[in-house]
């Protein structure tokens, strides 16, 4: 599993087309960071948690994380 995020991190490195609103995936993004700066030991169980609930955000996520 760790592999597969590493491989949709670094597939998901590519620079925003352009600046606008903040989209759900941004929030999404901010939530996982957050959540990431407070408990780094469960970065693994807070993406997978967050993949489960919006897998169409999988590029924030995995960059948030």
């Not at 999404?28 to 970065?43: E, F, G, L, Q, R």
């Not at 997978?48 to 994380?65: F, G, M, Y």
């Amino acid at each position: 599993m760790v592999g597969a995020l590493v491989i949709l991190g670094f597939a998901c490195f590519l620079p925003p087309a352009k600046a606008g609103p903040v989209s759900a995936c941004d929030q999404i993004a901010s939530d996982v960071k957050t959540a990431v700066a407070k408990d780094p030991s469960k970065v693994l169980m807070i993406v997978e948690d967050a993949l489960v609930i919006n897998e169409a955000c999988a590029c924030e996520i995995v960059k948030a994380a």
